[in-house]
């Protein structure tokens, strides 16, 4: 058989040139190919194939078009040996191909259409499927008869053809690994809070209110952090690629025809049409991990991505002009703009090359005669600044203090119908859960002004209590450490009337399964005596078991009331429930506790984080969940709530208006303790 890489070698002296002397054979692949930016004489790009041991190879005068119409000549040259794979660097003056060679793509291909080599060359028709950093999926050479060694190369009509680029994504994908980024990250977020700026290096992109989500596409396999819509999930599917990972946020229209954040949530849940997918950040594209890419390379490259308007948007951003954007938005109605800066790579939770950008309100001083003064007022701080986002919380799971917000920020629209109008007692871990931490029921001087808090009678003394009623007072809180937080059964205007009652299953050491039993057994006797009870996880290990009231009922109602319930429960299953106060007569048995029923005493709302490993939440459950043989209080976490919220909305939304009479059910269970 005669030597393929004969010409090769006798055109070049190998003490001369740095190009490789041909080397024994290696084993063959037969699916590489590199392509070689040649500046010789004249700049050409040098396609090289791998088969049959040696790089078949074409040179390319005016390089790779994206545009199918767009056919560019391609000049059969001599084989090269498989060394050249690797090879860059300067020709010498006077030798065979004088000037620099680059590497400019490498990576491997398949023949497809005519998968036979030989027969593909004899016919003159080479499909191949390239996949490189910068050459993606179809293209054709052809021989024409017009010269010897005269082909033509273009581009197939496939997802990734286009016009005006010579590489798949128009980006240098030279800092990106080969690597997998993972669907359940935390997600990058904004460090840092301030008034609108000017900065070349930075760009504007608008805060659009609706949940945050990450998506992968494999192929037809679409994942995401949230339930996706089907129209949603099937405009993924059309991305212009085989396999991407992108950022962005889940936005659906409220009432008053604009994005809205709860109303995505309701959306979701109803599996509603009219939702759509903003994406400004590309994490993964192809088999490449972009998120060390500077993010103007991420977008520029994800924009080539959305390729047709749908359900999935590009973001769109302003470039250093943050005061132009924030005065036009201001205009629209939105509240906020996110700033990033243009160089930066992503990074998970919150990080200060992200910024939030609000236009904060000017200072009122105005005069207040009253007093008969004209000196002005100062206006009460509108925000606060959240404070050392990165410090660690959860040192096992690396769960910053800046998670905890964002998580409080993803659920507030659930969470604070629950708090709004309580007092509540703050539990704070100003060092994460591993460190000291302190339980807070007093709001002490330094509390800004503009936070609502309630004066309550305390022995003998006023006690000022916090009362979360909006999102920033739940982040202001969060952001003092408090990871849980404690609520009290009744609301500011009737303290001595709880509107919940809570029968509290607390296990301590035993088993879960038997919480479970307890559970079931509670749901059943409320049920049997006409109330409509709600249940939750305490996030711990334990139950929490709601009725909520109709107005007018005392704390002795409601302790009287859950004592009974205890009590029944107690008989029915003595063998591993108990209301034995003192922990070390339970003999291993699930504490039924009622007595929180009474006045300052308060209960873990739904949705609260509680301070132990794995983040795990209080967790609404239908009841029919108790029935699940996988049923785990720590599946439900600070990472897991999120999705289950948008997927099942608010479990616990009847807490708040499915108001219950006690009397009817105290006589009917009266009657079941007497008939014991
Ligand atoms: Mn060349």
């Not at 200060?352 to 309100?361: F, I, P, Q, Y």
């Amino acid at each position: 058989m005669a030597d393929p890489l004969h010409e090769y070698r006798q055109k070049r002296d190998f003490a001369a040139t740095p190009e490789p002397a041909p080397a024994p054979p290696a084993p063959r692949r037969d699916d590489v190919f590199v392509v070689h930016r040649h500046e010789a004489r004249q700049l050409h790009y040098d396609l090289r194939l791998e088969r049959d041991g040696v790089l078949k190879s074409w040179a390319v005068p005016r390089g790779f078009s994206f545009d199918p119409a767009d056919k560019r000549l391609a000049v059969r040259t001599e084989d090269h040996p498989l060394e050249y794979e690797h090879f860059h660097g300067r020709i010498p003056k006077g030798q065979y191909g004088a000037g620099t060679m680059t590497i400019w793509d490498r990576g491997t291909y398949s023949l497809v259409k005519i998968p036979d080599w030989e027969e593909a060359m004899q016919k003159g028709e080479l499909k191949v499927v390239l996949r490189g950093r910068r050459l993606r999926g179809e293209w054709h050479l052809v021989r024409t008869q017009q010269a010897k060694n005269s082909w033509l190369l273009f581009k197939s009509k496939d997802r990734y053809a286009g016009h005006g680029r010579d590489s798949a994504l128009g980006i240098d994908l030279d800092g990106a690994p080969i690597a997998d980024v993972p669907l359940d990250a935390p997600p990058m977020r904004w460090g840092h809070e301030r008034g609108p700026f000017r900065d070349p290096d930075w760009l504007f992109e608008l805060e659009l209110p609706g949940l945050r989500c990450r998506i992968v596409k494999h192929g037809e396999q679409v994942l995401a952090t949230l339930p996706l819509p089907a129209a949603i999930a099937a405009d993924v599917r059309g991305l212009a690629c085989e396999r991407a990972v992108v950022d962005g946020v889940l936005v659906a229209l409220g009432a008053d025809g604009r994005p809205d954040a709860a109303a995505t949530a309701r959306a979701l849940q109803h599996g509603d049409a009219t939702t759509a997918f903003y994406t400004f950040d590309l994490l993964q594209w192809e088999e490449y991990d972009l998120r060390a890419l500077p993010l103007l390379d991420r977008k520029a490259a994800l924009r080539t991505l959305v390729t047709t308007p749908g359900r999935v948007l590009f973001v769109d951003h302003v470039t250093g002009d943050g005061e132009a954007l924030l005065r036009a938005m201001h205009d629209a109605g939105f509240a906020a703009a996110i700033g990033k800066r243009a160089d930066s790579g992503y990074a998970p939770g919150p990080q200060l090359a992200w910024h939030r950008v609000v236009t904060r309100a000017a200072p009122t001083t105005p005069t207040t005669p009253a007093t008969g003064t004209a000196a002005g007022r100062a206006a009460p701080p509108a925000r606060f600044r959240p404070s050392n986002l990165g410090k660690v919380y959860w040192p096992a799971e690396g769960f910053t203090k800046g998670d905890l917000i964002g998580y409080y920020q993803a659920v507030a629209d659930a969470l604070l119908p629950h708090l709004r109008d309580r007092p509540v007692h703050l539990n704070r871990f100003p060092d994460g859960i591993d460190g000291k931490s302190f339980y807070q029921r007093e709001a002490k001087d330094g509390t800004p002004a503009w936070l609502r808090t309630v004066p309550i009678p305390h022995d003998g003394q006023l006690v000022a209590h916090h009362v979360i009623d909006d999102l920033e007072t739940l982040l202001y809180v969060a952001n003092l450490g408090s990871i849980d937080l404690h609520p009290w059964l009744s609301r500011t205007a009737s303290l001595d009337c709880p509107d919940w009652a809570v029968l509290d299953l607390d296990p301590k050491a035993a088993p879960f399964a038997h919480v479970v039993r307890i559970a079931r057994a509670a749901g059943r006797l409320l049920r049997g005596i006409g109330l409509r009870p709600l249940l939750k996880t305490s996030g711990k290990n334990g139950m929490h078991i709601f009725v909520p009231l109709a107005p007018g009922y005392s704390y002795e109602h409601s302790r009287l009331f859950t004592e009974a319930v205890a009590r029944v429960l107690v008989r029915e299953l003595p063998d591993i429930a108990t209301v034995e106060r003192l922990p070390d007569q339970r003999d291993g048995k699930v504490y039924l506790d009622f007595l929180q029923n009474r006045r300052s005493q308060t209960i873990v709302p739904p949705y609260a984080v509680r301070p132990v490993r794995g983040a795990s939440v209080s967790a609404p459950l239908a009841w029919d969940e108790l029935e699940a043989a996988d049923l785990s209080p720590r599946r439900f976490t600070m990472q897991t709530m999120p999705a289950r919220l948008a997927a099942h909305g608010d479990l616990f939304r009847k807490a708040l208006d499915d108001r219950q009479d006690l009397l009817p059910a105290i006589a009917a269970l009266e009657a079941v303790l007497r008939s014991g």
